[in-house]
């Protein structure tokens, strides 16, 4: 059925090409405008391609990809190395990261644990803060993206808590001092414009296809992030990031290796090659 929406669509359209960003509900669209002779062009954020992405790869002219390793399972005639776009507001702001102001609930040398909940997957990380709140309350102020379905409205000394993290999203990371997130690639691209000290605790291989997982061990392996893997308990959690905390060299070293991969212009390579269609 999506297959024969998306030709109907396609065909009213006519567009001079499709641009898939890969998942399950690409592969009925272009596969529709392959049939329609309409160019594809692909592509994989993460760091290994995903099945949706290896389908589309048979019917895509060009498929941009994150990085240049890790992607034996495409056609490597086809591969252009794109990184992965970052909203330009986002960018310009990161380029100015120093400037930026000091968030308004945060003290003159407060410490910052920003966590970034909020996706459907976010459950176990929202737990974790919440049930050591207190503990880590003792060393930092805590700003917590939670999610809009999992507000619980708490109210407790050194935190705050939203459901998302907004136009404020480059001030807060500007500042921040250790944020803890999952390893979605979205989330990786724009970590690494503010060249943030990360605790990673990535959707583990029950949930999904491992792509978190591996593109958490690619940042591990490359002295870019500490990682957490599986099922994480307290103690592990709290360990590890009041170690961080404490250890402002590593931070900085963490911070650093991260910054380094930040792709400012990948945006531009996309546009670049779509234009050329």
């Not at 002779?37 to 993460?46: F, L």
Request: with cysteine; glycine share 8%.
């Amino acid at each position: 059925l999506a297959f024969f929406q998306a030709l109907r669509i396609l065909s009213k359209r006519r567009p001079d090409v499709l641009f898939s960003k890969g998942g399950f509900v690409s592969v009925p669209p272009v596969l529709a405008a392959y049939a329609l002779r309409i160019v594809v062009v692909s592509h994989e954020s993460d760091t290994t391609a995903g099945l949706a992405t290896r389908i589309n790869a048979r019917f895509s002219r060009t498929i941009c990809v994150s990085h240049d390793l890790g992607f034996g399972s495409l056609p490597a005639s086809k591969l252009f190395v794109s990184g992965n776009p970052v909203r330009r507001a986002l960018v310009e702001q990161a380029k100015n990261k120093d400037s930026l102001p000091r968030p308004a609930f945060l003290h003159e040398g407060e410490p910052l644990v920003v966590v970034l909940g909020g996706s459907s997957g976010s459950e176990q990380i929202n737990t974790l803060v919440r049930r050591n709140l207190q503990v880590i309350a003792k060393k930092a102020f805590i700003y917590h993206q939670c999610g809009q379905e999992d507000r619980q409205a708490l109210v407790s000394e050194r935190y705050q808590e939203v459901a998302f993290i907004k136009d404020e999203l480059a001030q807060v990371l500007s500042h921040a001092t250790v944020v803890v997130s999952r390893a979605g690639a979205g989330s990786l691209a724009e970590l690494a414009l503010f060249g943030c000290a990360c605790l990673l605790i990535p959707l583990s291989t029950s949930t999904s296809r491992g792509d978190q997982v591996e593109n958490a061990q690619r940042l591990a392996n490359a002295g870019a992030a500490r990682v957490l893997l599986g099922d994480v308990d307290d103690r592990s959690f709290t360990e590890a990031l009041i170690d961080l905390l404490d250890d402002e060299e590593a931070r900085r070293e963490l911070g650093t290796a991260l910054g380094a991969g930040a792709d400012w212009e990948s945006a531009k390579r996309i546009a670049h090659v779509l234009m050329q269609i």
